[in-house]
């Protein structure tokens, strides 16, 4: 039964509803929950507080601070309930995405993941009223044992005002002992994050918390609404196939050892089909010093390929939580959960020199990438951890196929209309079409190695005739040729006619 | 005499005249050199490449890597003499500019300046063939005293074939001791860098250097070429008074220490009247971890206010060098000169919580950062250490004047016509008009916040009419509201009649 989760027996007449506990949230308040990608988030609360206000009517709103992007019982009841005022850092729920583009919904800021616990310590945000954070079990003294996934859980819980608890007996007791809880002091008294390995711990399995902090606890067996696995579509195997090819090249070069550096993968087809190109291929004796653990990192360990796989959450299929589930002892021998704040910090990252893969929307002829808005004004998820990587990586990977919309949209632009990584900070582009490395290249250079390596031949004498006459129209003036009347004309002509085409 | 500088004897025989050293440097050369603004960079041998090349007509084509900008004995002789192929990390010589705006011209990458030594040990340019060093000394086991900057020496000594020592006997031999050396190990093997505190040291006072290497010593006392003194004007100490006003209710808040927390800014006319700013307030006990130390910096030394004062280069005017030539035993005391993968890194940026201010060409009305392009497409000179600093800080700050080209141009546009700094980066903007505290807010709240309190009154009423429109066009789709069509019309507008304002 749960009683045995709650060890601390002092703290079992905190048990009650989740309507109980809902009913302590009132208008106004800063909350911090658990959960990235949709694991380790709370969900009868915020169930329990969506189904209220929407019988009663009762006018509350509330900023809504997570991990990264959460599960439907918590972005989407809350945003269909339309109690969300302010959403940080990441999500990808329709419902929120819509809410978040809407002028009078919800006021969204997208961050570097590895900024917002500290901006949170730094006061930025005001106080954190309630941490809500899920549990598969509280230890003696009170502290929290987290499940699928640690995000900002350690931070929320350390400032939070108050903190409701929903132990979840879905989540096996085994979770206990794969995370790795450590929280930076604060400037000026911070110290060095002692990792100089992906795989080392430094921290706690538990998330420190003062039993009196504890106002409620909730029980619950609702699952992780985990998401089906992205599709392996030939694009992104081509993707992966030209990108291992470029790994093995550095290899060769003598720029990377023979076991690569600690990879960096996000979510979605292609890092999937990077992954299992790894799998298939010839390297051994990898490290995963990234975010999210995949469907295909566990592969990548059942077949020993990953000697380590430190990140911030599971985000398995649900055949993956399944087979994750099934194994949990086995897996807790590579598997590091940590504080996105330490899975993604920088100084790590550069420490550790990842190598990062992250997936753009469209790439300029100049190297700068767009993550996150269509158009320049669409939101679609958010930055989430590609720029605390990207910027700090050994080498640093992104991909994207070269057409979207079937074709009437070309991923590689003149100009990107929203930047998200900037020049400075992209090493290498790959497409299904190939590969554009940047390093010792001018501007001027990186134009025709993107347009003749990744774009897509539709697309190719488009960009080469803007290229050209951008340079012969501006003369000794363009360290970065542009024509500003038709840099974002590719854009409005989508816009206008549905393609980037011209008829 | 100059031979006591040289304390190994058996170097003595390789004095030779700048002639013969820049004989050695053949077509298609990397070439690394000390220099960090116009401060301890090599004169003597980058003089005689050039008139050796101009008399000759020598077809000769070299990669100049550099620690930032230099004077113009380097980056403007080999400038005019055409024998600059590719130029990195950073410049600001007129000759250089217009040669690397020039399609037919130079090919110039603009780096992090904390990405260049690193990058360089990773062998992403190719192998270093010369470095080329100013020093003031050699010791008894040949390693090199640095003089007035330290920039990427170190690194460039590590990895190239050959070493050129520039012994500059107009630099006295009381700089002696202020350099700290260090050069982190690569990946897998890298370590934290042991920096808790800014006034700390965790290197050698000289860079280590194989005496073998030494191909060549010349012996000159050509001075470092500095720079007169950014004039203060009221613009400048409009926006000096607004982020000091600033900083201190951060204090009141209680989100900063009494004595803030460790400082960088950049070259110019503002961080000048900022640092007068902080001399006449009554702040004390600061810290400044920063790159240039400009003599700004010395008046807060010599007034007790700067317990530290760590940088990678000196940056005086004529006057400037003078009173701290004549008083460098006491400076020692306080000035700290490391590589910049040390001063700019971000590990230590973020672990210290630096508190940044950078100046900005123009900032759009969402809160991105140009700080290198005019009009999108002419470089001006680079980003510098601004993204080092700005990204890892505990509180960045872009402070520019709201107008430009005596009013012609407003620096708060509606959207950048080259970004440098994205939304996820920039906190707060300072204009002699007022202050933006961009955090907590999203882009929508940004606009506002950036238009009422940073715009110049002549562009307020347009910048709202962009605004509003863009938000009534897009209704439920525009996180970011703008319309592409005119996005970058006010930069056009200037293009083609000389002035952002609609006449
Ligand atoms: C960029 C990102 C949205 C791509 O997602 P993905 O699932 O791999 O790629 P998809 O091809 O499915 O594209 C997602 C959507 O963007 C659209 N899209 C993709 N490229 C586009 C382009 N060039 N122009 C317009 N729309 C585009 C797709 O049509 C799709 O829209 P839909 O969902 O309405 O059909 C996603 O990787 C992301 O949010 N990245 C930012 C966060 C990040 O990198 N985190 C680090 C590791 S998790
Ligand atoms: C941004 C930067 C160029 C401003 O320099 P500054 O001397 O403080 O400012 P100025 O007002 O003198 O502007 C410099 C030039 O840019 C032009 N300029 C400034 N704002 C402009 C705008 N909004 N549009 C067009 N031109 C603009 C000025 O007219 C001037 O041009 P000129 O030299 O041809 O007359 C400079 O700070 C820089 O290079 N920064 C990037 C590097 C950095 O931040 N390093 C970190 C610390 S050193």
Redesign the interface.
Known sequence: MYQERIRNKKLLDKIMSAEQAAAMIKDGMNIGTSGFTPSGYPKAVPLALAKRVQETGEKLKINLLTGASVGDELDGALARAGVVH?RLPYQTSNEMR?A????N?V??????LS?TPQ?VR?????DIDFAIVEACAITEDGHIVPTTSLGNSPTFVKVAKKVIVELNTSQPLELEGMHDVYIPH???N?????I?KAGQRIGTPYIECNPEKIAAIVVTDIPDNVRPLAPLDDESRAMAKNLIGFLKKEVE???L?QNL?PLQSGVGSVANAVLAGLLESDFTDLEFYSEVIQDSALDLIDAGKFKVCSGTSLTPSAEGLKRFYANIENYKKTIILRPQEISNN??VA????VISMNTAIEVDIYG?VNST?I?????MNG?GGS?DFT??A?LSIFTTASTAKNGEISSIVPMC?????????VNVIVTEIGVADL????P??RALEIINNCAHPDFRPMLLDYYER??KT?????????L??E??SW??RF?ETGSMKIK
Chains 1, 2 share one sequence.
């Not at 978040?100 to 002028?103: S, T």
């Not at 006021?107 to 570097?112: P, T």
């Not at 501006?474 to 542009?482: D, F, R, S, V, Y």
């Open positions: 302010k819509k978040l583009n809407d002028p919904g006021q969204y800021q997208d961050q570097h900024h901006q730094y006061g930025y945000f005001g604060d400037p000026p911070r110290e060095p994050i002692p100089t070069a003598g720029r050892p550096l920088p100084e550069r420490r550790l020199g700068h808005h158009m320049g004004t669409r939101m930055i720029g910027r700090n050994y209309s929203h930047i998200d990584h900037t020049e400075h900070d390093r010792n290249k001018s001027r250079e951008a340079l501006l003369g000794k003036q363009a360290h970065t040729p542009h500003l009347k840099a974002l854009h409005q816009i």
